[in-house]
């Protein structure tokens, strides 16, 4: 009898242990940002020569979403539909945190808008429980996939042990889909 009811404290603890641990991982905001992301990026862009290409993003806030499409030839935009052939409500809705000129939409200009943020809102390698605003990029197959703008809220929960802020409020543009034009 004695050596059950050791197991059962043991899997007890091991049970409160896990659910605290858990919950500390769940809690805790961190992201992890690598150096030399976007160079990377740009390296792997112009290798694969793309130079014409359509791309559909999704734009979303927390009380706005819509979608914008280019098609860019040589660098060039030749057709653009949704937000993009509204540029005033672009710039209204998203230009505070995301590019506010249709001509930034372009991969090249994607890499360059973000070249520039970066410089003036920092790029840690890793960022715990922060409680500024921040951006985060994401990238995949030499472009900038995601680009979101983080704004932390203002009530603080916890014993101050956790982090101090919970949760944000994005605005994000997000690339949904991509393909290389291949013309006949």
């Known amino acids: 009898m004695r050596r059950t009811i050791i ?5 007890q603890s091991i ?3 896990f659910w605290a641990i858990a919950t500390l ?3 805790l905001s961190f992201d992890i940002n690598p150096p030399g992301q976007l160079e990377a990026a740009r390296a792997r862009w ?3 020569e793309i130079d014409h290409y359509r791309i559909l993003y999704v734009f979303g806030s927390y009380d706005y979403i819509t979608n914008g499409v280019l098609e860019v030839q040589n660098n060039v935009i030749i057709s653009t539909g949704g937000i993009f052939n509204t540029p005033d409500v672009l710039s209204e809705q998203f230009g505070q945190w995301l590019p506010p000129d249709v001509e930034d939409y372009t991969v090249d200009g994607m890499h360059a808008y973000w070249n520039r943020k970066r410089k003036t809102h920092g790029e840690s390698l890793v960022e715990i429980c922060s409680d500024t605003d921040r951006y985060e990029v994401q990238y995949g197959g030499g472009i900038l996939t995601s680009l979101q703008y983080r704004t932390a809220q203002s009530e603080p929960y916890g014993t101050g ?3 101090p802020r919970f949760g944000s409020h994005p605005v994000q543009v997000t690339v ?3 393909y290389e034009v291949h013309d006949e």
Do not use: A, E, N, Y
């Open 25 to 27: 991982f769940l809690t």
């Open 161 to 163: 042990i956790l982090c």
């Open 15 to 17: 049970t409160i242990t």
């Open 176 to 178: 949904h889909i991509f």
């Open 7 to 11: 197991r059962k404290v043991d899997l």
């Open 46 to 48: 112009k290798t694969q």
